[in-house]
Each structure stands twice: as C-alpha cells, then as structure tokens.
C-alpha cells in the first residue's frame, strides 16, 4: 500500500540557511500534519492542514511556515535556521471522515543545522 | 489539559519474555483516540493500534496485546514472547474529539530493547 512520502530524507544546512521540507500524503488523504521530534524526545505538533486550509497550529517558529497545494501534498518552509531546529520532522496524513482518525507517519526527514 | 504519561523510560527484556509497556493519560473529553506507535532505530513512526473511548474491548493481534481500562485512564501494552525485531521506543498517544486540538499528543515514549 502506498505510503506518506517525505524528501529530502536527510538535509545538512548552516545557520542562517533557508530549508524546504516536502510531504506527498497518501492518496485520497485530505489533511496532513507536521511534527517535529528533537534528539531523544517525543513528536511535537506543528501544523495542519484540511483541504489546502490551515486547520490547526501548535508550537510552529514564526521563522517556519507551511502549506498544502491542490494536489494535496505539503511543503514546510524554514528560514534562519538556528541550531535547535536540528530534528527529525515528520508528515502525517489522514482522510478525512468520521472515525478516520489514524494518522499515518511518513519516513520523515533528518535535519541537521551546523 | 491532556496528557499522557509513558513512566517507564527504558526497559530490557531477554528475548522470549513478556513485556507490558505502561500508559497513563489525561483529558477532560468524553470522547478520544488513544494510539500506539512503534519507532524502531531506524527513525519512522509505525501505527500499531487505535481505541476509541467508547470501547474497552481488549485486542490481541498476533504476540501483541492492548489492555484499555478507562477506570483508570490506562492504555497498556503487551508483547508476547519478545523477539530482537521488537527493539524499538514506542509512543501512546491521544486525540480528542471534543476540544478541538487537530493533533496527536504524544507521551514521552519507552525504549525497549529485547536481549538475543
């Protein structure tokens, strides 16, 4: 069964650096979330989108932004990156629904801020 | 507020034993998911199980088992005869329905390792 699907799955950037994260969700999904796990912690929730709307924001960077486009796949976007924003972030999708609650988790990317 | 509590942060097992992984949450919704997620080393997040809180039932699903006892707001979670692949940090997590909170919150997760 297809899968969430995230690129890069590694990314090396400098401070200061600029990075863009895409999530491909898997087919017939609608909403797609972005969490961001640090170095031995648990997901931490930064946004989500519904049908290209953002439907809901946690502890997202002003620094950070995020979108879903007519295909309904996601692109995080970071600025000014700080070393902290070293982590693994993942995209999740779900369809929409009543009782389609699982969220399914792509492989996520690796980041790291040197 | 939610929460979920994971109190064992690592456990060892020698594989063939069983090991029950703890979960505790919090929240004042009547209605919620709680799920189990896998993360074994090599990074991704595996969907395991989900219960609504409208259902107690236990579920066995091969050497895996969940115990949902509401009475108590836990959420456990049995391996059976632990095998080397079982190796992993496994996360509970919980959704509300009625808050509004879009998202997962996860509790802080349980290293196993299973002993060859």
């Known amino acids: 069964a297809a899968g969430v699907i995230q690129s890069p799955r590694h990314l090396i950037k400098e401070k200061r650096e600029t990075a863009t994260l895409k999530c491909y969700p898997i087919p017939r999904h609608d909403t797609v979330y972005w969490y961001q796990q640090g170095p031995g912690q648990d997901p931490q929730f930064l946004i989500s989108f519904y049908e290209k709307m953002q439907s809901d924001k946690g502890s997202i960077p002003d620094r950070f932004s995020a979108q879903q486009f007519s295909d309904y796949h996601s692109e995080l976007n970071m600025s000014s990156l700080e070393l902290g924003d070293s982590a693994l972030y993942f995209c999740a999708s779900k369809r929409a629904g009543v009782r389609q609650e699982t969220q399914y988790f792509g492989p996520g990317t690796r980041l790291l801020v040197l | 507020a939610q929460k979920v509590t994971q109190a064992q942060t690592e456990i060892s097992v020698v594989e063939k034993e069983d090991v029950t992984l703890d979960c505790v949450y919090e929240t004042r919704d009547t209605t919620y998911y709680l799920f189990w997620y896998k993360q074994p080393p090599s990074g991704e997040l595996v969907f395991l199980i989900r219960r609504n809180s409208f259902d107690e039932q236990n579920e066995i699903s091969g050497r895996y088992s969940w115990n949902f006892q509401k009475s108590t707001s836990s959420f456990n979670f049995t391996i059976t005869a632990s095998q080397v692949v079982d190796s992993a940090v496994y996360f509970c997590?919980?959704?509300?329905?009625?808050?509004?909170?879009?998202?997962?919150?996860f509790g802080t997760g349980t290293r196993l390792t299973v002993i060859p």
């Open positions: 997590a919980l959704k509300m329905l009625q808050t509004g909170a879009n998202n997962l919150f």
